[in-house]
């Protein structure tokens, strides 16, 4: 299929052939319809590795992950950068005229999932949905998905074996036969990224994928003592014939948990629980207070 030049990327292409003819970005639509997403995005909470992507990149991964997955059931494995959200929401506003049928994010935050169903229920997206979800406990989806997309805690400090848990239920999701992305660093300059890259792609062929495409540098994030730092897109394609070795079962393995989420932070947390719906947009009462002019003082 020969891309067609007006697309918002210019990536590498793809290996299907699309379902309809892709239609010229619009981009300021499009950056505003994933301002609209950000806007309702829970902040991130650091101790769980969660950062979230600069919106300029948002904005070409959702169109990259919508071209990838159109057509198909898409799992992500964690999303507080709500990738998700923007890849449904852009489609559902005729911004994009291609995406997947279906979406659903799988996270432990209650905070995130319910962002997510917000905004579903506000903008009446049909086939965009989310559940509460640990990766140490089995995935068990009511229904296998097409491909998974997951942007995992980086296992700077454990070669990358937080990312082949995340991986690993995706995986499973896609009952060991689909096709995944994963998002994670990137850096010539750095050791632990490449040691990190080679741990994913020595497990994905350890369970029955292999590389299929990789896009090098692409996504910047709010990180204060790593502005730099850079993440890829890294493309696992099943092998024909693919099964699953066992069961999806609870990760209980210690050693797989040490340093999940960086140094001396293993996983400790059922669920992040909510304890209030907050509107992510605006100023919350306990941010400031008001001092009044003198006239009203009386
Ligand atoms: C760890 S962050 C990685 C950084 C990424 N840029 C982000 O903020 O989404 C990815 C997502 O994984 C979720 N997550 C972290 N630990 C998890 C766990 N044990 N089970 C399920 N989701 C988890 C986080 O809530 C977050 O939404």
Same mark, same amino acid.
């Given at each position: 299929m020969a891309r067609v030049?007006?697309?918002? =990327?210019?990536?590498a292409p793809p290996t299907t052939v699309p379902s309809t003819e892709r239609r010229r970005v619009d981009l300021r639509k499009a950056i505003n319809a994933v301002s609209d997403v950000v806007q309702n995005r829970p902040r991130p909470l650091r101790i769980f590795d969660q950062i979230h992507m600069k919106t300029g990149d948002m904005v070409l991964?959702?169109?990259?992950? /919508?071209?990838?997955?159109?057509?198909?059931?898409?799992?992500?494995?964690?999303?507080?950068? /709500?990738?998700?959200?923007? #890849?449904a929401y852009l489609r559902a506003r005729e911004v994009l005229n291609f995406g997947p049928l279906h979406i659903t994010v799988f996270d432990f935050d209650e905070r995130t999932v319910e962002a997510v169903k917000?905004?579903?229920?506000?903008?009446?997206? /049909?086939?965009?949905? !989310?559940?509460? @979800?640990?990766?140490?406990d089995p995935?068990?989806?009511?229904?296998?998905?097409?491909?998974? @997309?997951?942007?995992?805690?980086?296992?700077?400090?454990?070669?990358?074996?937080s990312v082949n848990v995340f991986v690993e239920r995706?995986?499973?999701?896609?009952?060991?036969?689909?096709?995944?992305?994963? #998002?994670?660093?990137?850096?010539?300059?750095?050791?632990?990224p490449k040691r990190v890259l080679a741990s994913v792609q020595g497990f994905a062929a350890r369970h029955g994928f292999y590389v299929s495409r990789m896009q090098r540098k692409l996504h910047e994030y709010h990180l204060d003592d790593a502005p730099d730092l850079k993440s890829?897109?890294? &493309?696992?394609?099943?092998?024909?014939?693919?099964?699953? /070795?066992?069961? =999806? !079962? !609870?990760?209980?393995?210690?050693?797989?948990?040490?340093?999940? &989420?960086?140094?001396?932070?293993?996983?400790? #947390?059922? @669920?992040?629980? !909510?304890?209030?719906?907050?509107?992510y947009g605006v100023a919350h009462e306990d941010e400031y207070e008001l001092e009044l002019l003198s006239h009203d003082r009386e």
């Open positions: 030049d007006t697309k918002l =990327s210019s990536t991964q959702s169109e990259m992950i /919508a071209d990838w997955a159109d057509g198909k059931r898409l799992a992500f494995i964690g999303d507080g950068d /709500a990738i998700s959200v923007c #890849v917000n905004f579903a229920d506000r903008e009446r997206i /049909a086939n965009l949905d !989310a559940r509460l @979800y640990n990766v140490l995935m068990e989806p009511d229904k296998l998905f097409d491909c998974f @997309y997951t942007n995992p805690p980086w296992g700077a400090s454990n070669n990358g074996e995706g995986m499973e999701a896609t009952g060991h036969v689909g096709e995944g992305v994963v #998002v994670i660093a990137d850096d010539d300059e750095l050791e632990w890829c897109n890294l &493309y696992l394609t099943a092998l024909p014939g693919n099964r699953a /070795a066992a069961p =999806s !079962a !609870a990760i209980t393995d210690t050693l797989r948990l040490e340093n999940f &989420y960086g140094l001396s932070q293993r996983p400790t #947390v059922r @669920y992040v629980r !909510a304890k209030r719906r907050l509107d």
